[in-house]
């Protein structure tokens, strides 16, 4: 029995059932200081040693041979010349706010076709392994030496296996990362040739496989690939059926045109919106449809297959297909007995299928929850999409009040917000939360200095920062003037 062995053994019986001794093998300088102490002192300090012994004189790895090691790939872009901005923002105490320095300084060095300096790759690959919103910009940053770290440390192999050339005759192999990246990309340019590969390998592949490789095929979507959705509805996984049915729906196909007559026995559209509950479940017909609702929902059974059915349908062909206006649609719907679940399902459905002119109709419905609305439906918009909605909400509505409707307008605009915008923002909303007392949103107040347009800084006017009303102004203008100064360095 080893030391550390006999040190657990005393630990679980416990030094007054058995005598302890001291390890003969510590130090016996050591040892003697604690030859005073009680035993279940004596114990503890014992193992606290013997840990460090432990510790300290482990044993490297040792191979035979060295590995071979290919070097890096001479750099085709300069090194970056703000160097010391991107220090200063890895001293940054809030992660939250370095973490959108970062990104912000890593699109800027895209732009200006630069290069991270080697000795700080280590440090920007941890963080992007951590923080996953980097990697589209470090990827394009990072350089050959970046690449070819990225490939030697297995923390940092995830991002290798992103861009493994996999080429057509080794599509089936290969990493699911690196097969993932190679088919997205192949979908966006040559659809048809994508849907090809796919269908060459369905069979062999997991049913996890399947519902990433499916899931990307709502990029460039056509009737061209009726055939194959078609195909995947017989699939064994429930959620493959659910998303095959659901990119069905989303065209003017055989599919949809059976969901819609089939709703159409359950809907009724007269002076009023008649809604007519399914009676029984139909396995057979009702594909991507689950029987059983989940524990948390309120809906009933049959509710719950009527809601189903309608996230099969794109939003625009179910109100063409009952001659409704998106607007009409919602005014009957809240006369049903089914209300909530309608329009639960119109917005769901507007998001799945990314049916941008009902999203817009449904953002613009209510001025009292347009914001949530809009968070709701984000991905429908694209940014510059999505400012504009807010600038035209803005001209007629009141400017937002709270802090927390602030943020969620920063969390729209990853890539940071329009000038219009900015300024905005800085002439009727912000002067009036600085006002709020005891509601400081410090937060909020930070993110919204990560997110401004770097350009409205110079202009901007301080009256409204003149009195001071919040603690955290200076720490706010300080953010906002690196920002700009950072803007300027890697735009000359």
């Known amino acids: 029995m080893n030391d550390w062995e006999l040190l657990t053994k005393h630990a679980i019986l416990g030094t007054e059932r058995q005598a302890f001794s001291l390890p003969k093998t510590q130090s016996p300088s050591l040892s003697a200081q604690l030859e005073t102490k009680e035993p279940a002192e004596k114990l503890l300090h014992s193992a606290a040693l013997l840990s460090e012994y432990r510790r300290i004189g482990r044993q490297p790895i040792s191979f035979d041979e060295k590995p071979p090691l290919v070097p890096s790939q001479a750099e085709t872009l300069p090194q970056c010349t703000a160097v010391e901005l991107l220090r200063s923002i890895l001293q940054?105490?809030?992660?939250n706010l370095q973490s959108a320095l970062i990104k912000e300084w890593l699109r800027l060095l895209q732009a200006a076709e630069q290069r991270v300096p080697f000795d700080l790759l280590p440090i920007l690959l941890d963080k992007a392994k951590q923080e996953k919103n980097l990697w589209p910009y470090l990827k394009h940053t990072m350089g050959q030496r970046g690449h070819w770290l990225s490939q030697l440390n297995p923390d940092w192999q995830v991002f290798s296996e992103t861009m493994t050339d996999v080429q057509d005759e080794r599509w089936d192999s290969g990493s699911h990362a690196a097969r993932l990246s190679y088919l997205q990309q192949v979908r966006a340019t040559v659809p048809t040739k994508a849907r090809e590969l796919l269908a060459a390998t369905w069979q062999q592949e997991t049913a996890q496989a399947r519902q990433a490789f499916l899931a990307l095929f709502w990029s460039q979507l056509s009737l061209d690939d009726e055939a194959f959705l078609e195909n995947c509805l017989k699939d064994r996984s429930q959620i493959?059926?659910?998303?095959?049915?659901?990119?069905?729906?989303?065209?003017?196909?055989?599919?949809?045109?059976?969901?819609?007559?089939?709703?159409?026995?359950?809907?009724?559209?007269?002076?009023?919106?008649?809604?007519?509950?399914?009676?029984?479940?139909?396995?057979?017909?009702?594909?991507?449809?689950?029987?059983?609702?989940?524990?948390?929902?309120?809906?009933?059974?049959?509710?719950?297959?009527?809601?189903q059915m309608l996230l099969l349908v794109r939003p625009t062909f179910l109100l063409a297909y009952f001659d409704l206006s998106a607007d009409s649609y919602l005014k009957i719907l809240r006369r049903t007995d089914f209300a909530d679940m309608l329009s639960n399902a119109l917005t769901v459905a507007t998001q799945i299928h990314k049916d941008q002119s009902v999203a817009t109709v449904l953002v613009r419905q209510k001025a009292n929850v347009f914001l949530q609305t809009l968070t709701d439906l984000a991905d429908v918009f694209s940014e510059k999409e999505r400012d504009s909605l807010l600038q035209d909400y803005l001209k007629t509505s009141k400017a937002f009040t709270t802090w927390p409707q602030m943020k969620q307008l920063v969390d729209l605009f990853p890539n940071g917000l329009s000038i219009n915008l900015s300024q905005s923002l800085l002439s009727t909303s912000l002067p009036r939360l600085l006002k709020q007392k005891n509601n400081y949103g410090y937060a909020e107040f930070m993110s919204l200095a990560a997110a401004l347009a770097p350009s409205c800084y110079e202009k901007m006017s301080n009256k409204w920062l003149s009195d001071k009303t919040h603690p955290a102004t200076e720490e706010f203008l300080k953010i906002y003037e690196f920002r700009a100064q950072m803007t300027q360095e890697l735009t000359q």
């Not at 940054?92 to 992660?95: G, I, L, M, T, Y």
């Not at 559209?269 to 009676?279: A, F, G, H, R, S």
């Open 240 to 307: 493959v059926r659910q998303l095959a049915a659901q990119m069905l729906g989303s065209l003017e196909s055989r599919f949809l045109k059976q969901v819609l007559e089939r709703l159409s026995t359950y809907f009724s559209v007269k002076t009023t919106l008649e809604i007519k509950l399914p009676m029984q479940y139909d396995k057979t017909a009702w594909v991507g449809i689950k029987e059983k609702p989940p524990s948390s929902s309120k809906m009933g059974e049959k509710a719950w297959w009527l809601y």
């Open 92 to 95: 940054e105490d809030n992660s």
